[in-house]
Structure formats: C-alpha cells, structure tokens
C-alpha cells in the first residue's frame, strides 16, 4: 500500500511565526504536491515538485516555499503565517507512469 | 469559467436511495476520469478511474462519462451510511508521464446517507 505520512494532523500557531509542514511518502514517487483544502473552495495546489530540488508554482503559491532535498520527503513552509493561512493542508504524491495522486491524511492549521 | 465544475450540495438521502453525483468540464482534452472520496478527516483517495466515454460499474458504483456533453457522473445504488464523505471528479488529459501528474480536481459534493 502506499502511504503519505504528514508529520502533524493539528497546529496551532500565531500569526508571523514560521511553519513548516512535512510530508513523506513510501512509494519512491517522482511527483509530490502541496494542496490546501477550503469549504466551498475545493483542492486548490499550492506548489508541486516533480524531482528532488525541483519545484514549481501551482495556483496559490504566495506566502508558501517548498522544499525537496530527498525524494521521499516535502516540505511545506509558511514564511510568516497569516490567520488567512488557516487552512487543511493536504500532501500527495504520483508515479511518473500514472497520474493517480495518494494522498496522506491532512494538517489542520489554525493560525491565531 | 472553471476547468471543472462540481455542484458541492449538501446532498442528503435516505440509505438505501440511488444517488447521481456530476460534473462538468471544458477541457475537450481531458481523456481520463477519475473520482475520490474523502472522509471526514481524512485524505481523499481513488474511487473509480474510466478512461473516455462510456460506463465503468464497480459494485454499487457507476462512473458514467459522457464526452460529447462534457458531462461526468457517479451513481451509488442502495447507499449505505458509511457512503457519507465528500466526491471530488479529477479529470486529466494524460494517464501519466507528462504535465508532472497535475489533477484538476471538481469542488467536491459533500454527500449524507442517513439511516
């Protein structure tokens, strides 16, 4: 089975302070994606990365930066959160043959 | 207008009553279709994946595509409770190896089976 792990289900944070948000996955996926989930909004993504130390925008990229160092692993950063960064954040991941994204289970973030 | 449009309800039946979830799109490109569910609190996952027009059946779902109206739908016979999540329609251009997997996904349709 392929598992995305996101290494909180729940943050609490105060507005400035820097976030990060892990994600990792076991399958030896190319591609991972950050999403952020909001009630009426749907999945809108964030960033994805299509390699290790690549990266690129996807429709809301500002107040976020990404990181890949290893394959396995990507990261989510909110430079200076911000109470409209209050959000479930959702990290997955796809193959290169197949473009079936896994998805782990969410981060809330509440940011006060 | 969106890519992918998705009427995200609330829809409420009773179990055991037949319920079409739909979508609509523009993208005349778009070959492969794909339906997740998510539940409470958790991430969504793969439900049923058709490729082109035509019906897929798998037990009580059904995932119809229809190409020529840009229309795509998920039947569920006899819900259950345990059917209670939300349906969000991905449908994509390319099985895989190209545009780095991106999915565009619907809003989702947030769907309650009560007993």
């Known amino acids: 089975d392929v598992k995305v792990t996101q290494s909180s289900r729940y943050l609490v944070k105060r507005t400035g302070e820097k976030v990060f948000l892990e994600c990792v996955q076991d399958m030896d996926h190319e591609n991972m994606f950050w999403y952020r989930q909001d009630p009426g909004l749907g999945l809108r993504l964030i960033y994805f990365s299509y390699d290790v130390k690549m990266k690129e925008k996807g429709d809301i990229p500002e107040g976020y930066s990404v990181s890949r160092e290893k394959k396995e692993r990507f990261s989510l950063i909110l430079e200076s959160a911000s109470t409209n960064q209050t959000s479930m954040y959702l990290c997955?991941?796809?193959?290169?043959?197949?473009?079936?994204?896994?998805f782990g289970a969410g981060t809330r973030l509440s940011v006060l | 207008q969106k890519e992918v449009e998705q009427d995200p309800g609330p829809l409420s039946v009773p179990e055991g009553a037949i319920v079409s979830l739909n979508c609509t799109y523009s993208n005349s490109a778009f070959q492969y279709f794909m339906w997740y569910r998510q539940y409470s609190r958790k991430g969504p996952e793969l439900l049923m994946y058709?490729?082109?027009?035509g019906n897929k059946e798998d037990g009580r779902f059904t995932a119809q595509v229809d190409k020529s109206s840009k229309y795509i739908s998920l039947f569920i016979r006899d819900s259950q409770p345990s059917d209670s999540a939300t349906y969000l329609c991905a449908p994509t251009a390319n099985a895989g190896g190209t545009s780095y997997g991106k999915l565009t996904f619907g809003q989702g349709t947030i769907l309650t089976v009560h007993p």
């Open positions: 997955a991941s796809s193959s290169l043959t197949e473009n079936i994204q896994y």
């Open positions: 058709t490729y082109s027009s």
